[in-house]
Nanobody, 124 residues
Framework: QVQLVESGGGLVQAGGSLRLSCAAS????????MGWFRQAPGKEREFVSA????????YYADSVKGRFSISRDNAKRAVYLQMNSLKPEDTAVYFC?????????????????WGQGTQVTVSS
């Protein structure tokens, strides 16, 4: 079993930055690919970014490419999402998710564990 706890959300002006963190429990963190997803009110949950278990591979949604950066620290059992040049359309609840295997996927169906989410609000 894996428990995920996100932190770092908040209110920021357009053009600002936030760094989200996700702390994971369990000894298998280093074997799991991790992802960030987001869900805006009235919309489906969508893929944002993912990182392989080793951290050697990353992938981004086109909407955040060049602005967001994902990283992980396996010793600390944590994954991060650095968000720069934030836009009002980035406003959403951001979720951390873990897979049962090492490689990256972008579909919510491919992830086995989810955090509770952290709210990010970008004002114009």
């Amino acid at each position: 079993q894996v428990q995920l706890v996100e932190s770092g959300g908040g209110l920021v002006q357009a053009g600002g930055s936030l760094r989200l963190s996700c702390a994971a429990s369990g000894r298998t963190f280093s074997t799991r690919a991790m992802g960030w997803f987001r869900q805006a009110p009235g919309k489906e949950r969508e893929f944002v970014s993912a990182i392989s278990s080793s951290g050697g591979s990353t992938y981004y949604a086109d909407s955040v490419k060049g602005r967001f950066s994902i990283s992980r620290d396996n010793a600390k059992r944590a994954v991060y999402l650095q968000m720069n040049s934030l836009k009002p359309e980035d406003t959403a609840v951001y979720f951390c998710a873990a897979r049962n295997t090492y490689n990256i996927r972008t579909s919510t169906n491919e992830y086995n564990y989810w955090g509770q989410g952290t709210q990010v609000t970008v004002s114009s």
